[in-house]
């Protein structure tokens, strides 16, 4: 008796150790289903680069009238104090308002924010009047309107006209 109990305690000690070495279907070269996942296969091409920054103009898309007022309450236009981002990977991107200060900053930096391929994002607009104004001011550039609150929690801050790149927080 003492034997069997031995030899069961072994048994269930061992049987983790027991176990069968599982296959993939698709990973012996003579697999059954090479051929079709070989025919599903798509080429890639990660080595084409454009030469120059893509802009997208989804405001050609939809009639953003709907949308429209757009008013973000925890920000306002004003002055802010530069800082350093590390934000690896981040396109990009520039908040502003249907306000002189937003539409003077956007005139003075339209060629600079269209050569890194900035995004525009409109965080106060009061009608489709102010958002062609915000759009004449930077022609050729992609600016949405959008409730900027999350990004001013997110980012802690409280003004803009701002530029956010990967390395800063601008004005």
């Known amino acids: 008796m003492k034997r069997i109990a031995i030899a069961c305690y072994f048994t269930l000690l061992l049987a983790p150790f027991a176990q069968a070495e599982l296959t993939v279907a698709g990973d012996q070269p003579c697999d059954f289903t090479r051929p079709h996942f ?21 405001s050609t898309f939809a009639d953003e009238a709907w949308i429209l007022p ?22 990009p991107f520039f908040l502003v308002g249907d306000d002189s200060q937003s539409l003077t900053w956007l005139r003075q930096r339209a060629a600079e924010l269209q050569e890194m391929g900035a995004a525009g994002l409109a965080v106060e607009v009061a009608d489709n009047e102010a958002l062609a104004r915000i759009r004449a001011a ?10 900027g609150n999350d990004i ?3 980012l802690q801050i409280e003004h803009y006209p701002i530029l956010i790149t990967t390395t800063s927080l601008e004005q």
Do not use: C, E, Y
Request: no cysteine.
């Open 38 to 58: 070989q025919v599903s296969r798509l080429p890639i091409n990660n080595k084409m680069k454009p030469d120059r920054p893509m802009h997208a103009d989804l």
């Open 70 to 91: 757009i008013r973000s309450s925890h920000l306002s236009p004003s002055q802010i104090t530069s800082r350093a981002l590390n934000m690896p990977g981040l396109r």
């Open 138 to 147: 930077a022609p050729g550039i992609t600016i949405l309107p959008v409730n």
């Open 152 to 154: 001013a929690t997110r």
